[in-house]
């Protein structure tokens, strides 16, 4: 059957004053399955690497510019294209920063779209139904455009199809209520218009997706009174020009999806092969009105094979690639994989593979290249027993609980019975299973301890964050549950293992951990390397005045405190006594440093970073400070497989609190000498990039030098390193 698996975050949706539009415009494939590129409704066109969850690059017109068609990416050239103001088409590489110094052509006519898929060409089509190759139409901006559409009609959907030797524009059209077809070859250019059926009386298509197979375009659609329609294309040359009359489309019903009372009003219908179709914003049969899902549906034997509750609103929009759906709901812009195995009446009926009760309950096999190889059957009685898997089974109970009954268990069991289950359901449990199990119970314990204030496993969370198989964006209030409880432990393990943290998460973790007391800090458990490293730093004597990284404490009697004031010289003497000391307890810095670890993204951070306190931003800033002074020291140890901050984050972190708080802190006394240190700190760090770059200039002018020329038994080279 058809499997939804356990989806994850891509970003977050920003709110809008209109919430029927979820701000996003459209998601096209790039280079390979693991990047997109998403363009916002307004300004904004951003890179991201699935996988990572994180954006790669971003680019934004002006204020007064307007993104009018989604941004694609060009494969043969790598570059990205994208319309701004209806008439002005953009290119640009992934190395360049600013938008608006990219190229740009102004065209003569309002422009629909722009496509590009692999294997094709970039075409542009126009508001009126004119279509262009790129490339011919950059070489003559203002050309002139014919209108294709009548005065009336108006296009409503479009898109790219390359079969092995033509390559198509399909769009719709709407006139009056009546919906149209073209189809533009271009080899030969030529234009053929179809006329659609018309289903019941006042009812437009909500979406359309197309598909090739077959030398055939099949085009589906979705009625909002749950009609699931296909019309097939011949992609054959035409027959001569009859005349402008329409031809008939006829279509053929594959599903009638169940609405309930009403017609649906945001949804989405995603052909994904031959035989499975995805639609979101559809109710699911056996759940109430009022819940909105994702599901499968496979069209062969009208069955659903698989469904997904989506949170939030849904805006009818639904984007697949490489067997993940790119679907966004509520706040939240989600990516859900999927699997679709070739389909079959067994599959279709949920019995491809029936497990006998025996084998259910046999203990866990070891796998030989043949089963994974050949899905080779292995008998019960041939079952290899590892030594801990027959030491297990005999120490525990005959009748072990399954994945369905903990989950139950944890519903209502009391916290030493929850943990002790969850322990031994992990320990026997498949690495294969792990991946889907552990995430349910995760969100199960999470909804529990939220609503029962008296129910808490920290054990058995932080087991599950161990496991490797949890991220935020399947379990998305674990952190802020670890902090409501003060459970400092298991929000470190989140912060070292979830590779999805958003930067609001980041910022209330750290919010937290500046603003604990000693006392609290003191009183936590944390993994012993961090606290090591902390403890070698702090116990650390001071070492001797002399350049550190760049950084010479000589360099403070320079021009740097001749521009300032004699009150500002005196406060940072009195201060440079306290530089080497860490201003925060040994724990509360740990804490911190997972923060300086966890990834983020500027524009997402620096935000959240203005909620935080004048005071915390200096406390924060001082402990920036002994670090940066602890990193530059010639002394500083060095140790392998500690985990710790980097000189670069830590700097990185000083550029963002100064850039959120810059104006607080110019008018907080406390700061001044503060200030004027990291003034000293970043000057000294442009300093000795400069010099690593002269030196890197003089290697690689070395490396051009041409070999030694035989000049005998003895000479003399002089280098001059400027």
Known sequence: MAALYAGYTLRGLAPTQNRSNSGIQGVEAERDSDHVVVTDSTRCVTLYKVSDQKPLSCWTVKQGHTLTGPAVYNSRTQEYVAVSDRKVIRIW?????????????????DVWRVHCVAGGDPVVLFHRGAVRLLDSLLSAPQQPIEEVLSQEEAISWSTNVVTESQQFVLFTTEQKGDHFVYLQRLSPNTLQRYHLEREEPGLSPLSFSASYRDAHIRLLYLYPNGHVNESV???????????????????????????????????????????????????????????????????????LQAGKEMAGKIYGQLWSFWNKLFIPHGKTFSVIPYDCPKSSLASALGKLRQVKTEESKAPTSVPSWNTLLHEEKVHPSRTVETRKTRTTRKSHSAQSLTNDQVLELIKTAPVEEVQREVQLLLSRTDTQDLQTSVGQLACTLVSRSLNDPAFYTPSSLAQLVHTRYLCHSVCPDLVLLALERKDYFLCQLCLQFFPDIPEVVTCACLKVFISMSEVDAANVNLEPDSVFFMEALIAQEHEPSGLRNGFSPADEGRSDLAEGATT????????????????????????????????????????????????????????????YLKFSQDAFPQTQGLRSPSLTQVMDWVSLLLDAHFTVLVMTPEAKALLLTLHRFVKSQVRFVSELGKIEGSLKELDKMASKRDVGQYSIEIIELF
């Open 233 to 303: 294309v011949s992609v054959r040359a035409p027959v001569p020009d009859e005349g402008a009359q329409a031809l008939p489309l006829p279509r053929s019903l594959l599903l009638a999806l169940p609405v309930g009372e009403g017609l649906l009003e945001a949804a989405s219908a995603q052909a994904l092969d031959e035989a499975h179709v995805a639609v979101v914003g559809v109710p699911h049969p056996s759940a109430g009105s009022g819940k909105d899902f994702l599901c499968i549906w496979n069209t062969n034997f009208q069955t």
């Open 93 to 109: 590489k992934e190395e360049d920063i600013v938008l608006d110094k990219a190229f740009k052509a102004t065209v003569s006519s």
């Open 568 to 627: 500002a010289k005196q406060d940072n003497e009195k201060a440079s006594t306290a530089e080497h000391m860490c201003p925060v307890g040994l724990h509360k810095a740990v804490l911190l440093n997972e923060v300086l670890q966890t990834a983020y993204f500027d524009s997402f951070l620096l935000p959240h970073l203005k909620d935080l306190s004048s005071q915390d931003v200096v406390l924060f800033l001082q402990y920036l400070q002994f670090l």
